[in-house]
């Protein structure tokens, strides 16, 4: 956990989020601006700066993207289409230094994204 990270905050409850899922390894919540219909982030609970900072064997990933399929049948999206995406680093607009994906759907999503 980092002290001064927004999503370890949100994690350990010390700031209240809109959270759609929740287990012992994730949390998942809508986004406070979001881009879609659907716009909801998650994250690991434990603390990754970013997808650089896993390492090999750690399952986390697929853990993350089990749960985006989930919270996309869920809500509905998962039939018509979705994205999953995880920025990283500055020119990756990560602005959160907390790895984390975006799931994202309720319209169509134009290429190139950005």
């Not at 929740?22 to 994250?43: G, K, L, S, T, Y």
């Not at 650089?52 to 809500?75: E, F, M, P, Y």
């Not at 500055?90 to 759907?105: A, E, F, R």
Request: proline share 7%; with cysteine; glycine share 8%.
């Amino acid at each position: 956990m980092s002290q001064d990270c927004i999503f370890c905050k949100i994690v350990n409850k010390e700031i209240p989020a809109d959270v759609v899922y929740e287990d012992d390894r994730v949390i998942a919540f809508n986004d406070i601006a979001p881009q879609a219909p659907v716009h909801v982030i998650i994250i690991p609970k434990e603390h990754f700066d970013s997808i650089l900072s896993v390492q090999a064997g750690n399952d986390i990933i697929c853990h993350v993207h089990t749960v985006a399929n989930r919270i996309a049948l869920k809500t509905g999206i998962a039939e018509s289409g979705f994205r999953l995406v995880n920025n990283c680093g500055k020119d990756g607009n990560q602005t959160v230094p907390h790895l984390h994906y975006h799931l994202l759907g309720g319209r169509p999503l134009l290429w190139p994204p950005g």
